[in-house]
C-alpha cells in the first residue's frame, strides 16, 4: 500500500473550481418539494435480540415509491433518544436486522435506510428501483441515468435519504432537535447531500466520502465505483460534458456549502476508492463548522472501530453526554 | 492457458440429468403467444458506406416494447436473400451501425439485435428494460428478477429473440426459408432458444454458447457472467433451489431437444467462461442434426475469423451456393 | 469463483487415514495437568455502550502466561447466564471492545479470547507469545516450532483456550453447564480441539474450521495460512515427516473424536482456505451428536450473519429458550 | 482505469528535446534509395465474398525480400480509387482475407502490409523476417538488433513500409495522388515515419502512435512493448546510451518534423501501452497540418469504431466526396 | 501454492502414450551425422577469481555454426577430470563467466554451453541463432519453425548439446569416461536428449526437465513456456496434428528409452511449470538406472541448493571419490 | 516496468529533513558498550568443495545470543586476507554453506552472518530471536516491538552486525585493516549502520538499501517489507509519530553521516521495494567518501552479478591488487 493520489500538505492546499449548475437550487426544490408525508410504517420484527428492538420501517421516498429500512430502540430506553440516521456503503443493502448493533447498543435510536436497487455481495437488500433501466449502464449505479439530472438513480437516492431524516425527526422515540446523518463511502456522500439539502438535521459524520469532485475523482481513482464512470465515457465518447453535467447535481463537494450543521469528517489518505483530495475538496467547502479525523495509512477502510469510537465522544461533547 | 474444465473425451461422455420443469411448454406458450404482429420499422442509416446499405430497426419485442438493431444488405442485391439473424454477446451493444459486415460482404442479409438494457464495455447499445430493477440484483443480467420465471430478464431477452427471426422472415428482402440464427456466448445460448421456440428458423449456428447446464457452469466457470449466480447464492443462501428452478426455463440445454433445425456448434476447450462440458450438454441434447468444430486450444474467443469461413462454407453447403 | 476442492458428495464420502499419533491423549494430559487455577481477572471498561456492560479480562494460560479477552454482559441481566466462548480468526486479536456485540445483545454472556502473539490487519491484539522465536519460521504462526509438538504454538493457544473455557464456567455470573465454544476459521479449530480436551463444554459451534486434516489441507489450499506450511517445506526440504508428526498433534480432526458435547458445524463449498473437504474429515470424525450448514457457493466468509441466526436458533433449541 | 501519464493540460505543454541522429537523413537515404522496382504482385483470392474483391499482395521489401500484404478493392468500383495503406499494431500479422472490411465497403482501395515476423494472438502472418536472431533479443521486436541501426528489426519494417505506399501510388485502380497511410499502435508509429520519408504519400491518420520519443516512453509505459527495452538494459546493464542511440534512427518523434502531408493523430489519455505524453511529442513536432482527436477516457483501443468514422468524414472533407 | 497435476501415486503410475515418429532414429542419425570435428576454441578470460580458472570456449554446433560457452577448472588441479557439462535453462544465456562456481569449486571440469539466441531477463547470452525467422513465432523459441521437424529450432539446440558433450570429452583436462550432463528445466530436457543421442555420456542428471510429454503438457502447464504451444495453436487453428508431429522429434520422453546412462532425477510436485507427470513420463520410459529426488512442496525451482548436494553426493558415489 | 519514483534528476536533488534524535548517539554507545568479547567460535564443515573451506561461524551477538554465520577462505590462501562481511537480505537466513561461492574463490575471506529469527523463502536459517513475540506484530520482523527503540527487533540485529564486523577483525586469516561490510537491501542498510557506528571498517558497499529514510519508504514502497509499517499504523491508529520515532533510531540514512570509510553504493532506479529516492537519501548524508552506480532500468534486483564485477574492481583499487 502506498500513497496514490496528493499528499496531505497537497490535499489540505487542494481548491478545485468546482462547476456548480446555475439552476442547482431549483432544481433540489423542484425535486424534495412534496406535501404529501413521508408515510413512515414501523413493524416490529424479532430478531431474537433482548438488548435492542427493532422495527422494519418503510418511507415513502421518491416519487412516493416505498423504500424500507431498519429502526433499533435500545430495550428499556425512555424520553426521546438522540437519533443517528445511516446511509449505506455502495453495493450494500440494509441487510439482516441484527448486523449493525453499536449505536442502539450506546443508547442512541438507530435509523439504517435501504439503497433502492442496492444489496449485493455485502449485505441483502429488499428496496426496488421501480424505473426503466436504459441502455448503456454500466453494471452498477453510477451511470444509470447519467446523461440528464432528471432521470439520474442519484436524484431518487438522495431524496430517498432526505426523506428518511425527516422520517427520524418524526418518530416519536426520537428528539428531533438530535438527529445526526452518517455513513461511510456512498453513505459518507449522501450525509453530505443531506445535510445541505436538509435543515433540521443536527450534525453529519460523513466518512471517506463517496459522490465528491467527480471530474478529478473519474481520473484518479484507482479501484471503485467511480470507475464506472470512466468505463461509461470510454464507449460512449463524446458525451463527457453532458454526463459531468449531470454529476455535478449530485456531487456532494458541489452541494456542500450549502450545509449549516456542524460535522466529524473521516479521510483516509491511502484511500484508492475515493481519493482523498476529492473528500478534501468537499470538507474545504463544507458550510458548517466542521472538523477531520485524518488516516494517513488506511486505505478505503478507513478509521473503523476506531473512529466509530471518534464518533461517539463528538456526540456525546455535542449534545452533552 | 491450460484445461480447467473436462477433457475432450470427458466432454463427448458428459450427459447431465438436467431437471425440465414440468410446465417449460405451457410457460413459453403463454410467453410467445401473442397475436401482435412484431410491427417492424426499418429507418435507412447514412454510414458512408459504398458497397452496404443499412437500416436502423425497431421491433416491438417482449411486452410490445421497442427493441432496436440493424439491417443490412449487400448494395445492389436482388432477389430474397437468405438471412443471418445475429444475437450479441453479454453486455455488448448493438454497436455502431458500421461495425459487423462480414455476413453482407458475403451477400446475405443480416439482421442484428441489440440485447435490452446491455450495451457498455464492448459496444453501445440503444434498447432500454422498461421494468423494474429488483433489489439485490448482482450487478449484470443473470440475477435479474431471477427469483421467478416470470420476472426474470432473460423471459424478456428470449422473446425479443424469437420476435426478431420473425422479423427477418417477414422482410422483403429476405427468403423465409433461409433464415438463420447465430451468435456468440449469450448469442449462442440465444440461437439455441430461438431454435427450439422459433420452427420456421432454417438452420442455427451457435458459438461457445452461454446460458447452458447452469447447475454445472455455476460451480465449474472461473470467469464471467456464471459467476453472477454464484455471487448471489453467496449473499441470498438459501435461495439455491428457487434459483435453478427460475434458471431453467431460459436454459438452452433444457429447451434444445425442441430444436428440428440442422444446427453448427463450435466449441472452446480452455473455455473458461463458458466451459466446454456445458457447451457440450446442449450439443449432445439438441434435437436437429448437427455438427460441432472443437478449437482444443482456445479460450472464450473460441473460432474468430476462422470459424466464420467454417459458418459460411456450411450454409453454402446447406443451401446451395 | 469456482469449486476448487471435492464436491459435495464427495465431501459425504471422504474419510481419510489420519494418522493418530500414539501417545497423543498423554501429550495434551502432560500440558494440561495443572493444579494451578486460571486466575481469571475482570477489569471493567467504558465502552460508552449502555445496554452492555463489558469487562476486559486475564486469564493465566500455558506456563502460567496472561492472556486477554473481553467479557461481555447483557445489562441488567439477572441470575446464572449462557455463555459463549468465542475464539478468533487467524491474524485477528481481541480488538476493540466495542466491536461484537451480537451475543450479549441477544441476552448471552460472551467471554471473547485474544490469540497470543496476534493481531494484526483485522483486530489489534493486546497478548504477547513470550517464548524464543525459532529461526525459519515463515511469517505467520503455523510454523512456529513446528520441528517439535512441545515448542509448537498451537500447543499454547490450544492450552489457552481450554483454559478460558475453564474460566467461563467459574464466572459467577456463568451458568457452568451451558457454555458454549465457538469460532470462525482458526476459532473453529480451537472450538473442536476444546470440545475433545475440555469435558465440560456444553456445545461447540466451529465455523469453516482451520486446522483440520493437514495432510490434505497443505496440498490443496490455494490460499491462506496452510501455504505457510507448503512453503517452510519447499525450504526446508526433508523435514516434511517431522512436520507432518508435529501438525497431527494439534490437528483438529485427528482430536475431534474426543469429543461428547453436541455440534453444530459451518462447512463452505467453494471455500479456498479451508477446503471443504478438510473441515468434513473433522466433521465425520467428531464424536459427539452434530449438524452441518453446508454454505454450497460461498468461500471462506462462509454463512457470516445468516449463519449467527441459525446458531442462536440451534442453542435456544439446545438450552430451551 | 485512471490516469497513469501527465495531463492533458501537460500533454499539450509538452515539447521534449529529443536528440536527432547528425546522419539521420543520410541513414534514410541509404537504406531507401534503391533503384529496383517494388515488384508487387497480387493474386486473387476467393474469400467467399460478393461485395468485395480481393488479392494477396507481395512486395520487396527491404533487402528484396518479400512482403505479403492483402489488397481489397469494391467490386464494380470504376476509375482510380483513393487507397488506405494500413499498417499493423504490433504482434499482430495481416490475419485472414476477410477480416478487415471497413475501407473497401467504403468505396476506397485498402491496402494491408503484413508485419515481417510477426503474426501472433491477435492475427497470423505470413511474412518471414529472413535475418539472423541476434543472442539477447528479449522476446519480441523491440530489441532485435538494438545495439546498431543498420541491423535493427525497425529499420527493415520502416522500409517495408516505405514501399508498401509506392506500390499503392503504381497500382492501376489506384489514384496516385490519394494514397493515405493509417495504422494503430505499431501501425501509427510505420505512418508517421512513412509520411516523413515518403513524400507522396496525400495524408497520415496515426492513431495511438507506438514508436515515438523512446526516452521517456521506456520510462513510463506501465504495460505493453516499451517494456521490452526496460527489460532489455535491466540485464544489459551500460548498453542504454548505444541503444538509445539506435531508437533514436527509428523514433518516429523524430522524424515526425520531415513530414509534410496533412494528418488526423489520435490519442488515449489513459493509454499505459502509449503513454499520451510520447504521442503528443510526436504531434508537436509533425510538420505538416494537423489535427488530433483525443480520447479523455480511453486506454490503448484509442478510438476504436467511433474513430473510424472520425477519418473517413476527415477523408471526405480533405479529397472532396 | 497446491498441487495443480497429478498427486505423487497418481503420477508413479502415469504412463502414457506417446506417439514415437517411426523415422526418429533416421532423423536424428541424419542431423547428428557430422564428420566434421567440433572445433573447440578456448581462449583464457580474466574473471578476477583466484580459485577458479575460466575460459571462453567456442563450439561448432548445428550447421557448423558458432556456439559459446565456459569452460571452469579448479586452479591448480592435476590430471583427468570429471567434466560436467550443463544446459541452460529457458531464455538463459551463459551470463557472465563468474556466475557459477559450485562444480569448479567442489574439483570437477564444468563446461556450460550457451543456447542459441536466447539470454533474456536471467542471463546475457553470446550465441546467435542465424536462421530466418519465420512468421508466426509466439515470441520466445517453442513455436519458431514448429511446422517441420527440419526447421524447428529444437533440433539445431539438440545437435549443440550433443556436440558441447563431445568437446567436453575431447578437451585435454578431462576424462572422457566420466562427462556428465545435466541442467534445470529445459537444460533438463536437453540433458536427457543428449543422453540418448550420445553414447559416450557417464551419467544424466536431469533436474524438473522441460520438452517432455508434449501432449498432456501443454494442456495442463498453468505457466511457463508451454504455453506458447498453446498461444501458437490457438491462432493457428487446424495445425495441431502437424505440430505435435514435430514435437515428437524432440521430446525427450520420446527419446528417453535410448539412454543407456545412470541418471538422477529431479521432480517437483506442485511445478507448475513444468508438470510433474510429465517428467515422470520422461522417468519412466528413460532406458538405463535412474533414480529420482521428488520434491513434494516446491514449484519450478524444485530443489536447488539442496539438490546440488544430492547431485555431488551421487557422482562421488558413481565416480568413486 | 517503469519508474514509481522520483526520476534520477530529482533524486540527485532530493534531501529530506529527517528528525535525528537527541539520544542518537547515547543510545547506541549505551547499546554497543559491551566489554565481553564476541567469542567467536569457527566449527570446520564439510561442503565437498576443494578450492573453497569453510567453517560454521558462532558470535555472541546482543545480549550475548549466539548468531551463526558461515565463513570461507580460499584453499592455500596465505597470510593476512582481505575480507568481506556480508549481511542478508530480508527474510533470508545464512542458506546452505555452499551456496555463495563468489568472494572466496576470488582470494577473499568471506563471513556471512546469519539473521537472527529470519530463514524462509529464499534460504534457511539457523539463528533463533530469544525475545517475546508482542502481540500485534505484523508477520515479519519491521514491526517487532516497534513501540520502543529499546525493545525492537532491529537493535539486536544491528549489534549483531557490529559484532560481526568484529569478528572478522579479530580472526587470525583476516587482515583487521581490510574489512569491507557489504550487502544487498536490508544487508545494505545493516552495512551501513555498521559504517557508521563501527570506526574500524575499511569500506562499505550497500546495494539498494533498505531501512534508509523510514517516513518517505513508508508512503512510497509500492511492495515489499516497508508495507509492514503501513499496515501495522493502518490498524495501530494514532502510533504514528512513536512508531517512526522508534524507526529513526536505526534509520540508515539517519546513521549515515557518522561513517568516514569509503563507500561504494549500488542504487536501482524502478525500485518499488526499496524506492531510489529513500537511497539516495542516505548516499547524499553518508559522511565518507562515496561513489555510487545508478541501475537505471532495474527493480529491486539491482546491479546483480554485475555489479559484483564493480566491486571487486573497486576494491582491487581501494586496496592495491
Redo the contacts between chains.
Keep these: ?3 496514490s493520489d496528493l ?1 496531505l500538505a497537497e490535499c489540505w492546499a487542494y481548491r478545485p473550481d468546482l462547476v456548480v449548475p446555475e439552476d442547482l437550487d431549483a432544481f433540489w426544490e423542484r425535486t424534495l418539494r412534496v406535501d404529501a408525508p413521508v408515510e413512515a410504517t414501523y413493524e416490529p420484527v424479532d430478531t ?5 428492538r427493532t422495527w422494519s420501517v418503510t418511507v415513502a421516498g421518491y416519487g412516493g415509491e416505498q423504500v424500507h429500512g431498519w429502526l433499533h430502540l ?3 430506553a425512555t424520553g426521546p433518544l438522540p437519533c443517528v440516521v445511516e446511509y449505506l456503503g455502495y453495493g450494500r ?1 440494509r ?2 436486522p ?2 449493525k ?2 449505536w ?4 442512541f435510536a438507530h435509523l439504517i435506510m ?1 439503497s ?25 449505479f453510477l451511470t444509470r441515468g447519467v446523461t440528464s439530472p432528471e432521470d439520474f438513480y442519484y436524484r431518487r437516492l438522495i431524496t430517498d435519504a432526505v426523506r428518511f431524516a425527516q422520517a427520524a425527526r418524526e418518530h416519536p422515540a426520537v428528539d428531533p432537535d438530535r438527529v445526526v446523518v452518517t455513513g461511510i463511502s456512498q453513505g459518507g456522500g449522501l450525509s453530505l447531500a443531506v445535510a445541505a439539502l436538509s435543515p433540521g438535521v443536527a450534525a453529519a459524520m460523513p466518512d471517506v466520502p463517496f459522490l465528491c469532485d467527480f471530474p478529478r475523482a ?5 479501484q471503485g465505483p467511480y ?1 464506472e464512470v ?9 458525451q ?1 460534458s453532458q454526463v459531468f453535467r449531470t454529476l455535478s447535481y449530485v456531487d456532494a463537494a458541489v452541494l456542500a456549502p450549502g450545509a449549516t450543521a456542524p460535522a466529524l469528517f473521516s479521510i483516509a489518505m ?1 484511500d484508492a476508492t475515493c481519493p482523498p483530495s476529492t473528500c478534501f475538496a468537499a470538507y474545504h467547502r463544507y458550510g458548517g463548522d466542521k472538523e477531520v479525523r485524518v ?5 478505503h ?1 478507513g ?1 473503523e ?2 473512529h ?2 471518534e464518533q ?2 463528538w456526540l ?1 461533547k455535542l449534545f452533552g453526554r
Design positions: 500500500m502506498a500513497l499528499t431474537g435480540l433482548t438488548q435492542i435500545p430495550t428499556n443493502g441487510g439482516l441484527h448486523e448493533l453499536f442502539a447498543s450506546a443508547g435501504d433502492r436497487g442496492q444489496g449485493w455481495s455485502a449485505a441483502p437488500g429488499d428496496t426496488a428501483d421501480p424505473h426503466r433501466y436504459p441502455a448503456g449502464t454500466v453494471p452498477g473519474v481520473q484518479v481513482a484507482g470507475g470512466a468505463e461509461y465515457l470510454a464507449l460512449y465518447r463524446g463527457s491511502m488516516y494517513e495509512f488506511n486505505d477502510e478509521g472501530a476506531h466509530q469510537l461517539l465522544a456525546h
